[in-house]
């Protein structure tokens, strides 16, 4: 116990000595910052007056990865370690730079790229001088890293910073560098590390003057935006403070490259112009009036997602406020200009750029974003820097939450004539889904001239005029129902006048070159927004639908739309109980000579309603209870075979070891993949679609702790059969049968796994496989567990072909044991008949007893495996009470009957031989 202790201490302290030799013996101060800025003796009196700062960096790929968004790094000061010198405003300043950056990049085809060191995060601990009136930082310090080969680093560095003082405004930036300080053929060298921040500290806003609040009131949009809740929580918490992302850019139709279209001027490499812009809050302020500092990016949809850095040249930064008259907010925005691939001498300048958004009050088929707003530049036409003003909207799904928003229809002459009419049935008993209801999502599969060619989903907008589905549905049931009941009240029975949006994205760009493919008009990506009518009574959805165009060489237009499309689904009766498909089509009336028209695509989608959903939950508790059951009764009957062959131990070695073997693996592999999805599986995937259902984990536990008892006690009659076998001195004869009856079963099972698997290869491929998030293809290991429930379901055949062999005719087995255990084997399949008669199919993670992964389950199956089942019991109760021939025709039979040699010892042998 001592020594153990002793070499604990001696370990914890090598760890601590190790840590403080990476950070302790800090490089020299003198030797690289004195000229930059001078030492001085620092006192005991703490300063507040410096922050965490953070910015952005290029460069150190040698010791961090290039991640997929812009590189960003924090610089944190501690107060506690900063303190005021004997000099005036110079100060002793301790803290820490870590950058960040991601291990997981994306190319350009979406396929994904690991590396496999730790190199996404690196950190160094500093400590120097910062001059509060030349605005200087110098430190000097030690971090630790990793190269691109593995190899751990240990790094010096000295970190430099220009312009930080205690005031900044638009124009302030603060930028410097990290270089190292080992020599250029040192393994520990790296290239040096630009930084660049936007300061905070006593920000002052200077670009919200007069004039400029009237550049944005003179042609603004006549419909007004929503008011937002300008209280000091909700206006510093959304939309900025997290960012707007991916909203669309449009421009005139004369803009076809960056020359007087953009305001940054080049795009990056090319000279394509940008189609995506994205705002992210620096900093929000509430005196006076609600003002904030964004950061605006401009990139391609092509490179959005893909590797890049910091680039200032696509970028610009800008104050905003907010004009509660008007409903919108207003930015003045300037450019980040930089020289050189260094940030050092980056600087903010030519703040001619205006941009304006507002949160519209009103949608239509038309118009569903929930941000529009426009960007221009303040200089006149023949200006350098001028651009025309560009339009752009949001692309998400999600409202801001604002009150007051109306959906207006304008549609619906159209759709009354494009869609037939549906004579009420007051006889009709089928239910379909509520209008207001979560069943009305769904996820699809989008098939094109017979051939699937691509996924997406729907999702509804707002059914009438105010009840808008992201923003205002309830969650419980509860609420749902109430909704509905009055929706009944107030829409003349079931018709209610409901808008979609329709994404659709391709599944290869082989379909771009067909002339009359939607895919080939749209780009990979097609969205449609729909209005029209569904009604409730016969499940049918009939709409008319617009989506957006692309100029021809891909540059978004402003807002071009074919709103010459007929969209209709029919949903399943809410009482199906056989996974129910959505069944649709979309459709342009255009005639087959207009450029915009195309081929006509069907539509298939998986029904999951909630409905079904909640009765499967009572159907997984009843499963739970009869893997309860089933798995108690097996170790029942295995109990009572084994207190068999205690009563009768000379039956033992006439039992089949591959009967046993099989029996045995099937409960052993149920466990070991039980333990394997536990260590893999999402909770939230069942939680999604079942609800809050963890009770049933707890129900899992105890089939499981059942299903090691069963094994343990099939492993003992195992055992005990092998090592009857094993002592027995007839075994020679028994081992030779048993090797037969591998001959025959082995072959046997090979080839009806062959046949086996090409069925449900076959089966699966004539499948029409909607999409859905939680459906996956079957597996070849898949089909390798049903087959082997199959196996295990004719257990009893060894038993009788090991008879055969050997002619048996003792009680082997006991009545209890076959006939039970058989019986435990084929109610999976009684329960699956009634299952498909009662309840709909989910995803197979959901299935506890008689799951289709783990055995052949149809209704073919379910008579056929049951019939052959109790026929081999059959043969069994016939081989032990009239002899193992006793099937075979009379000309097979054989007299030969295997039995046991009496042993006969050495002394009476040698008595015998005395005797003669």
């Known amino acids: 116990m001592d020594s153990l202790l002793s070499l604990l201490i001696f370990l914890l302290s090598f760890s601590s000595f190790n840590l403080v030799s990476i950070f302790a013996s800090q490089p020299s101060y003198k030797d690289h910052c004195a000229s930059i800025v001078p030492e001085s003796i620092p006192t005991t009196k703490l300063t507040l007056n410096l922050f965490p700062l953070g910015g952005y960096y290029i460069g150190g790929d040698s010791i961090i990865d290039v991640g997929v968004s812009w590189n960003r790094f924090s610089f944190n000061l501690s107060p506690r370690n900063t303190r005021a010198t004997h000099t005036p405003h110079l100060f002793k300043v301790e803290g820490t730079i870590s950058f960040r950056s991601t291990n997981t990049l994306i190319n350009a085809d979406g396929s994904y790229l690991y590396h496999g060191y730790r190199r996404g995060y690196l950190i160094f601990k500093l400590e120097g001088f910062w001059s509060e009136s030349s605005g200087k930082v110098c430190m000097v310090g030690r971090g630790k890293g990793y190269s691109k080969t593995g190899k751990y680093l240990n790094l010096d560095a000295v970190f430099k910073l220009d312009n930080m003082f205690n005031t900044s ?39 919200d003057s007069i004039e400029a609040e009237n550049e944005f009131t003179s042609g603004s949009d006549a419909e007004q935006g929503l008011a937002l809740n300008l209280d000091s929580y909700s206006f510093c918490k959304y939309p900025l ?16 490259s960056s020359m007087n279209c953009t305001p940054i001027g080049e795009s990056g490499s090319s000279d394509q112009l940008p189609s995506l812009m994205s705002l992210e809050g620096i900093q929000c302020s509430l005196t006076k009036k609600y003002r904030l500092r964004v950061l ?45 691939s260094s940030l050092t001498s980056t600087h903010v300048g030519d703040c001619s750029v205006r941009l304006r958004l507002r949160f519209p009050s009103i949608w239509s088929i038309k118009n569903t974003s929930t941000i529009i707003g426009q960007i221009w530049s303040n200089k006149n036409a023949s200006d350098p820097g001028y651009f025309n003003m560009i339009t752009f909207r949001n692309d998400e799904d999600h409202g801001v939450g604002g009150q007051g928003l109306k959906y207006e229809y304008s549609q619906l002459e159209k759709v009354n004539q494009s869609c037939p009419k549906h004579k009420p049935n007051n006889d009709q008993v089928k239910r379909y889904p509520d209008a207001y209801s979560y069943n009305m999502r769904f996820d699809m599969s989008i098939r094109e001239a017979n051939k699937r060619v691509a996924w997406g989903y729907a999702n509804p907008l707002v059914v009438d005029n105010d009840q808008f589905y992201d923003l205002y549905l309830p969650t419980s049931s509860d609420s749902l129902s109430s909704y509905s009941t ?25 379909k771009l070159g067909d002339r009359n493919s939607v895919f080939n008009l749209s780009s990979q990506y097609v969205k449609i927004t729909t209005e ?69 695509l069907d539509v298939s989608a998986v029904a999951y309603y909630r409905e079904s959903a909640r009765k499967n939950v009572w159907r997984m508790d009843m499963e739970v209870m009869m893997a309860l059951i089933s798995t108690t009764l097996a170790c029942v009957f295995v109990g009572l075979q084994l207190y068999h062959v205690k009563i009768q131990p000379n039956v033992l070695p006439l039992i089949s070891l591959i009967m046993m073997s099989i029996l045995t693996l099937s409960h052993m592999l149920p466990l070991v993949f039980n333990i394997e999805a536990l260590l893999t599986q999402n909770p939230e995937n069942r939680n999604m679609v079942l609800g809050n259902v963890g009770w049933l984990e707890v129900n899992e536990i105890s089939v499981r702790l059942i299903t090691m008892v069963a094994f343990l006690l099939q492993f003992r009659l195992l055992y005990l059969t092998w090592l009857a076998r094993k002592t027995d001195e007839s075994k020679k004869g028994l081992w030779d049968a048993e090797r037969k009856v591998a001959c025959v079963m082995l072959p046997l099972y090979a080839v009806g796994l062959l046949i086996a698997l090409m069925l449900k290869w076959k089966k699966d491929g004539n499948k029409d496989l909607t999409y859905s998030p939680m459906y996956q293809h079957p597996s070849s290991w898949e089909n390798i567990k049903s087959y082997g429930g199959l196996v295990v379901d004719s257990f009893l055949l060894p038993q009788i072909i090991l008879n055969l062999f050997s002619n048996m005719r003792e009680n082997v087995l006991s009545c209890s044991f076959y006939f039970g255990t058989t019986f435990v084997r084929l109610l999976p399949h009684a329960y699956d008949l009634y299952r498909i008669h009662n309840y709909s199919r989910l995803d197979n993670g959901s299935y506890f007893y008689a799951d289709p992964s783990a055995d052949f389950y149809s209704t073919a199956w379910d008579i056929v495996i049951p019939l052959g089942g109790i026929l081999f019991a059959i043969i069994i109760y016939l081989q032990q009470r009239f002899g193992a021939h006793y099937i075979l025709p009379h000309r097979f039979k054989g007299s030969k009957v295997y039995e046991k040699v009496p042993v006969v010892t050495k002394s009476e042998a040698e008595l015998e031989t005395a005797n003669m």
């Open 241 to 256: 403070s997290r960012g707007i992302r991916r909203l669309q850019l449009e421009y005139s139709p004369e803009c076809h």
């Open 169 to 207: 405004n638009i124009t302030s930036l603060v930028s410097g560098s990290l270089e190292s300080l080992s020599s250029q053929n040192d393994e520990n060298q790296f290239e040096s590390i630009s930084v660049l921040m936007f300061p905070r500290a006593n920000y002052s806003y200077t670009l």
């Open 296 to 340: 605006v990016e401009f990139s391609n949809i092509g490179n959005y997602w893909i590797n890049h850095s910091f680039n200032p040249k696509t970028m610009l930064v800008g104050e905003g406020w907010w004009d509660e008259k008007n409903n919108m907010l207003c930015f003045v925005a300037c450019h980040i200009m930089d020289k050189a």
């Open 486 to 510: 009055e929706a009944l009240n107030n829409n003349n029975g079931s018709l209610f006048n409901i808008s979609y949006k329709i994404s659709i994205s391709v599944m290869s760009y082989s």
């Open 532 to 600: 029209g009518i569904y009604d409730a009574g016969s499940g049918t959805l009939c709409m008319v639908g617009c989506r957006d165009l692309l100029s021809n060489n891909g540059t978004p237009m402003a807002h071009a739309l074919d709103c010459e499309i007929l969209v209709k689904f029919q949903f399943p009766s809410l009482d199906t109980n056989d996974g129910s498909y959505i069944k649709g089509s979309i459709e342009s009336t255009r005639k087959k000579v207009d450029p915009l028209y195309f081929k006509r």
